[in-house]
């Protein structure tokens, strides 16, 4: 079974810490990396391509629904 690559994107250092924390526990689950807003998280998507990417709705800049 193929792991997971996971970008979590939040503006709050110590959730994304927290989030990051309880993934890596998980086996064959990789955090490919962290956004603390909407245009970073674009930009890791493109050069990171994560299979998910756990994204918090309010992002300062582009927010999550956008």
Known sequence: MKGARVL???DHSLVRAGIRSLLEKIPGVE???EAS???EALELVKTK???IVLLDLNLP???GIE
């Open 49 to 51: 391509t994560p299979d």
């Open 8 to 10: 979590l994107a939040d």
């Open 31 to 33: 955090v490919v990396g």
């Open 61 to 63: 800049g582009i927010d």
């Open 37 to 39: 807003n909407g245009r």
